[in-house]
Nanobody, 115 residues
Framework: EVHLVESGGGLVQPGGSLRLSCVGS????????MNWARQAPGKGLERVSI???????NYHDSVKGRFTISRDNAKNTVYLEMNSLKPEDTAVYFC?????????WGQGTQVTVSS
C-alpha cells in the first residue's frame, strides 16, 4: 500500500521560504514519478511540480523560478523548496506518487503565507 507523509508546512511571511518534504513507503520509490500539488480554500487541486525517475522536472507557470522539486532516492523522499512566497501560495500542499489520473496523494501539509 502506498503511504506518503508530508511535512514542513507552516506560517511564513511574504517573501519567505519553506521546504516541504514527503517520505514515501509501500512502493519502489526510485522507479516512481513524484508530484506536488496544492489546493487553496474554495479551489480545486492544482498540480505544482513533477519530477521523473531521470530527475527531469516540470513546474506550473505560477511557481517557475521560485519553487524547486528534488528527490533523494536513498531516503525515499521528495522535496519542494519554495522561495519568494506570496499570499496566493497559501494552500494545502500534497505529495503524490504516479502520473496522470493514477496519482495517489498524501494527506497534505498546510502552507500559509501572511504578514
Amino acid at each position: 500500500e502506498v503511504h506518503l507523509v508530508e511535512s514542513g508546512g507552516g506560517l511564513v511571511q511574504p517573501g519567505g521560504s519553506l521546504r516541504l518534504s514527503c517520505v514515501g513507503s509501500g512502493f519502489l520509490f526510485r522507479y516512481s514519478v513524484m508530484n506536488w500539488a496544492r489546493q487553496a480554500p474554495g479551489k480545486g487541486l492544482e498540480r505544482v511540480s513533477i519530477i521523473y525517475t531521470d530527475e527531469a522536472t516540470n513546474y506550473h507557470d505560477s511557481v517557475k523560478g521560485r519553487f524547486t522539486i528534488s528527490r533523494d532516492n536513498a531516503k525515499n523522499t521528495v522535496y519542494l523548496e519554495m522561495n519568494s512566497l506570496k499570499p496566493e501560495d497559501t494552500a494545502v500542499y500534497f505529495c503524490g506518487q504516479g502520473m496522470g489520473d493514477q496519482v495517489i496523494w498524501g494527506q497534505g501539509t498546510q502552507v500559509t503565507v501572511s504578514s
